[in-house]
DNA sequence: TTGAAAGCGCTACCAC
DNA sequence: GTGGTAGCGCTTTCAA
């Protein structure tokens, strides 16, 4: 509650050299620093935020649009807010959270009161309605996902399509020849835009290298037991279509359902058949057996979102357009060459 | 972007009156309300937020700490958050978010830096850390939860006791003289407070109304195979000493065991056995069968910790304290009169 | 390398 | 019922 001109006074310095000296947008001699400095800390100083947002060109605050709908994948969500949390820190800027209900009002009405420099936004539907308001905005904006309608905006996600393909690499190379997929339920092939590239890049690298494939998506999700059984039915369909590995993109019950479907029928992984993870947000490798995994990190997408949004707000702000991460594989010992394949050295 | 001077102007009438208008803080006529109404739609106007913290007195934001840390129930913490966030809409606030690390130094730097009017507190641990750091603040701290040391802290919180009270009332007036009890986990009784206030509560009331009980509490918690098998044991534990009920303070996935379980075993829920669930955060009535349930409500805890955040900035501020929040019985049809029981009238 | 002072856009006091 | 205006506490020219 200190004011900078009881800091000034304590310096024996003007007001404005203070100012300068916390900016570190002059140069300070390294007396006078340390005099501010001291003077700094024994009043616990910190400049007013009102008066720095009227002042100066900066809120130091980035709003977060993130609807925390009750049908979506709490931890996931939470993992994103998170990440994008601790990011902004990293650049001195605070998160102000926009719910629900207030998704697009909130954004108009931080944008025009001048209360954030800039949006980021998370949990991205593909006709997402924070799309044409974040056109109108007079703030920056960065989505963390992609929209269907992209034109013009900065996005941020995992190359989806080319982290399917490299699990489908990997088991290619392994000597697989025939790969199962188990997707998310039918809905998330709609409400989200993830689902649908992660399964056009398995289906196009698996034509691609010319292995043969089977699609299943369990017909219901969440973690009740008849979700359960509705995992153990597709597995047990693909693995009467005779595939030798699966490839999986779902969530943390239906890894768990696909690893005990899998026990049950005695097969062992890898050595019966061998399981690839792709886009999770959760620990594969907490799971019996650990799990191979391309995974979404979620604060690779936020460092580089709250990156463009601070970029945006520089004299030279990059171009619209959509920033794809590149994929890392996971080795977790989950995968191996299929049963009675001849192994190949090098 | 439009500024005050430009509704004025438009308006006709003064700077003052303009704000005045908008805070309501003095009577305006009918016909100058109009006007001044009109130029502000027209010119899309709000007011700076920078320079409405820097004039008046208020911030109109709240901090939220929230840790997020990843070994917690991300859906309950989500439905917190979300819930403070609407409440807080509805007085006109904003939340700024204070995750993890900064939990403590956050709360600090808002507070100082006169960014906040006070800070909402979520998950809160019995020994949290943010409990010293409220004491030396100079504005107003609201507690969801209460932590050990409470002294001087305004917390608000389901009443837990009385919840526990509550479902063992149902059950013994149903003619139940043995109740089993399905607790959280080990850790969760040294990390959390109010786990052990729910059974605390369930013994009490189970002495006062005479009947027999038995705690059980599984060893592993989480979603995988080994939790839910841990959850079984403790279920065939509890029938074996002849319970004819279950309390279930325990999570989502647990609640799907026991359920599981004793469908594996042939019980009928209600016939063979009753079941009421325990400051639960998730829809009980989505299991199979829908549970009875005495839940925790995030909305009623943080719409009364903001209305309390509220109170604490106005002329009268409430005296600290805590404030239990009753809770109430929600009949999803599982309980019924033990197998054998007869049935009195009234 | 440092100071003085003009605003930033609003709120709220004082006057009418 | 309305208007004038002095700050709120900073940032940032302009001057030295």
């Known amino acids: 509650m200190a004011k900078i001109h009881e800091v000034a006074e304590a310096a024996g310095v003007s007001i404005s050299t203070v100012s300068y000296a916390l900016s570190g947008k002059r140069t300070i001699s390294a007396e006078t620093r340390r005099r501010i400095d001291d003077a700094v800390r024994e009043l616990d100083y910190r400049p007013n935020a009102g008066a720095r947002m009227l002042a100066g060109r900066r809120t130091n605050i980035f709003a977060l649009t993130e609807p925390f709908r009750a049908d979506t994948y709490a931890p996931a969500h939470m993992a994103f807010v998170l990440a994008t949390s601790i990011a902004a820190r990293r ?26 420099d800039g949006v980021i936004v998370l949990d991205v539907a593909p006709d997402d309605e924070r799309v044409a308001v974040a056109r109108l905005l007079k703030i920056p904006a960065v989505f963390v996902g ?30 697989h020849r025939a790969i199962g997929f188990v997707g998310h339920p039918a809905e998330a092939y709609l409400r989200s835009n993830f689902p649908p590239r992660v399964r056009a890049g398995f289906e196009a690298r698996a034509a691609d290298r010319d292995v043969r494939v089977a699609i299943g998506s369990p017909a219901i999700g969440g973690s009740s037991r ?13 693995l009467e279509q005779g595939v030798t590995a699966l490839v999986l993109h779902c969530d943390d019950t ?67 357009g959509v920033h794809l991460i590149a994929p890392e594989y996971r080795d977790r010992g989950s995968v191996a060459a299929p049963p009675g394949h001849a192994t190949t050295a090098g």
Chains 1, 2 share one sequence.
């Open 226 to 238: 008849r979700a359960a059984e509705s995992v153990h039915a597709t597995v047990a369909s693909l």
């Open 254 to 320: 239906a890894h768990a359902a696909v690893t005990e479907e899998l026990a049950r029928r005695g097969l062992r992984v890898p050595a019966d058949i061998s399981l690839v993870s792709v886009g999770a947000t959760f620990d594969t490798s907490a799971f019996h057996p650990p799990i191979d995994a391309v995974p979404l990190v979620p604060q690779a997408s936020c460092d580089l979102a709250i990156d463009l949004a601070m970029r945006l707000l520089s004299e030279a702000p990059p171009e619209p």
């Open 91 to 116: 650049h001195d800027y605070d998160i102000l959270l926009l719910t629900d209900e207030e998704a697009s009002a909130g954004m108009r009405r931080v944008a025009t009161s001048g209360l954030a």
């Open 146 to 175: 992609v929209p269907t309608d992209h034109d013009g905006l900065v996005c941020v996600d995992l190359d989806f399509e080319q982290a399917a393909s490299i699990a489908v690499d990997h088991l290619v190379d392994a000597g």
